[in-house]
């Protein structure tokens, strides 16, 4: 069965810190890749996706994400935190051989950003 | 512009009780989406439905839970009757059309506690 990877569970890092969440799946078709956060007391909301062209693709609030195919991986990262980006970060995987979108989401991973 | 509408917030009942949770989609919405959130895992899809049309249930438990959504609209999504197991959280998303490339936009979810 199709499934997303997120490496870390918990990271805690100062503010300033760069950050780096790791996404794998496992998956052979072709994808389209995606990150939801979710911020304490709010519901999810899309932070930033990949269909085609560019791998490296910009989202929201300085983050940004890279497509690397031959590693089935769709890391997200932000040169530095802040104190407002603590929340739950959620990698998710839509498998495009249906034509709909059914989502395939990861654990996700709770960024703590300490002021 | 409004966003999904969930309700209720929070509900706390004891097992073999039926409970029933209420989504309202973003306006001109067509296609909407039932998840289920578990302690500690991200976002599993229940059910999609396109205008009123059920188009995926394969991962509905159909032998404790129905949904329906009448008129094309409003959902509801029932378990009947509710065992210990079924608590976690219950999210509704909607999207312009059920296409990969339409963003889902989350509710904020419903917190189930069955006792």
């Known amino acids: 069965a199709q499934s997303v990877s997120q490496h870390n569970h918990h990271v805690i890092l100062s503010e300033a810190a760069s950050l780096e969440l790791g996404c794998n799946y496992s998956y052979g078709g072709t994808v389209n890749l995606f990150w939801y956060v979710q911020y304490p007391g709010q519901h999810l909301q899309l932070l930033l996706k990949y269909f085609s062209g560019d791998p490296l693709v910009k989202g929201i609030k300085g983050f940004e994400a890279e497509f690397i195919k031959s590693k089935f991986s769709f890391n997200l990262r932000k040169p530095s935190v802040q104190w407002s980006d603590t929340a739950e970060y959620f990698c998710a995987v839509n498998l495009m051989n249906t034509g709909f979108q059914k989502l395939v989401f990861g654990t996700g991973t709770r960024l703590l950003v300490s002021p | 512009e409004a966003g999904v509408v969930q309700s209720p917030r929070y509900k706390i009942i004891e097992k073999k009780q039926p409970v029933a949770f209420w989504c309202n989609p973003i306006?001109?919405?067509?296609?909407l989406y039932w998840y289920l959130q578990n302690l500690g895992q991200g976002p599993e899809l229940l059910i999609r439905?396109?205008?009123?049309?059920?188009?995926?249930d394969s991962q509905l438990p159909k032998d404790r839970f129905s949904a329906e959504r009448l008129k094309g609209v409003d959902s509801t999504l029932k378990i009947q009757p509710a065992e210990l197991g079924d608590s976690a959280v219950y999210l509704c998303?909607?999207?312009?059309?059920?296409?990969?490339?339409?963003?889902?936009?989350f509710g904020p979810g419903t917190r189930l506690t069955v006792l």
């Open positions: 439905y396109e205008n009123e049309e059920a188009v995926d």
């Open positions: 306006s001109g919405h067509n296609t």
């Open positions: 998303a909607s999207s312009l059309g059920g296409s990969s490339w339409n963003e889902q936009f």
